[in-house]
């Protein structure tokens, strides 16, 4: 099969190499698909640099989101061939067949396209165990959004809506800003142009943002903690900006607000029964209308350099997602 290949660890410019791979095969919980489409994130550069949480065993195929149609299946899969289905993992995503472990892997809504499946999964489990599990959001609270216009942005702004909160986005970029509008922002701030540590003050009548959403950390977590409400609550989902920030405790104190961590691909072993509950709860979400991916742009497979540097470079809005 075609798939792009990771030998040694590096910039993905340099380490990704479409190639001639070995396809899976299914063996008793597991099945393989035809992959159709697969989502590109950023931490998609992470695994291919050999900077991720979790380093991938060497040599590789990165890409941890795809979904397809079933073309074998295990003794004890539940899966058959022709299911469409979506599943999640490490690595293994980028080249034209995928194994779909049980466990990680769902089937599709009739309504879904291959496309808004693989750029559904991983943006909307983790913004909503940001908001639910780790925040436990309450209607009416005040949510700041920060990377509004990238996938968990644009899937946390459709998610608060959805669960009554008032929703403030930030971007870096008037087009992103308006993304975030059309998502459902009650207000979106470009950083580049305006103080969004002001901002939300004054949207919120000084009261601040009682949850923030932030994937970006550095100066954006840092100015954060100026803004979030009395016992509010920070997530930590990453730092696309590229410094890891610390925090004087004496702020949270002072505030009585909570600086909460989320890596969500820790719940897939951890608690996995969640996980598919929440996968449920999504699906009901988006057959009502309520949330819907934003993919940036489509791309053929042998682009996947173009799709992977539209996310360092930010010029993606929403997630980028190779076709197959």
Avoid at 60 to 79: D, Y
Avoid at 218 to 231: H, L, N, Q, R, Y
């Amino acid at each position: 099969m075609r798939a792009w290949v990771v030998n040694q660890f590096g910039p993905y410019k340099t380490a990704l190499q479409l190639a001639q791979a070995d396809a899976p095969e299914a063996e008793g919980e597991s099945a393989v698909i035809d992959v159709k489409a697969a989502g590109v994130m950023y931490a998609d550069l992470l695994n291919i640099s050999g900077n991720y949480q979790m380093k991938a065993p060497l040599p590789f195929v990165p890409g941890s989101e795809a979904a397809g149609v079933v073309s074998e299946s295990g003794k004890t899969s539940r899966f058959k061939v022709g299911d469409r289905v979506v599943t999640v993992n490490l690595m293994g995503a980028f080249a034209e067949h995928m194994l779909a472990l049980d466990q990680v892997s769902y089937a599709i809504p009739d309504a879904m396209s291959f496309a808004e499946a693989a750029a559904f999964t991983i943006n909307y489990q983790t913004s909503y165990f940001a908001l639910v599990h780790r925040a436990q959001l309450k209607p009416g609270e005040w949510v700041l959004v920060h990377g509004g216009a990238g996938g968990v942005g644009t899937a946390s702004i459709q998610l608060a809506l959805a669960l009554g909160a008032n929703v403030i986005a930030t971007a870096g970029a008037d087009d992103k800003a308006a993304l975030c509008k059309q998502c459902g922002a009650h207000h979106a701030i470009n950083y580049r142009t305006g103080d969004f540590v002001a901002a939300v003050k004054d949207i919120t009548q000084g009261r601040g943002a009682d949850v923030i959403i932030d994937p970006v950390g550095g100066d954006v977590f840092d100015s954060s903690t100026k803004c979030v409400a009395f016992e509010g609550r920070l997530i930590v989902i990453g730092f696309a900006a590229g410094r890891i920030p610390t925090i004087a405790a004496n702020r949270m104190l002072v505030k009585n607000f909570g600086v909460l961590g989320l890596f969500w691909g820790a719940y897939q072993t951890r608690n996995p029964a969640l996980v598919v509950e929440t996968q449920d709860i999504l699906y009901g979400l988006y057959n009502d209308g309520k949330i819907k991916p934003v993919v940036s742009r489509e791309y053929p497979l042998e682009e996947l350099p173009d799709a992977l540097e539209s996310i360092e470079t930010r010029k993606c809005l929403g997630k980028p997602v190779l076709i197959l």
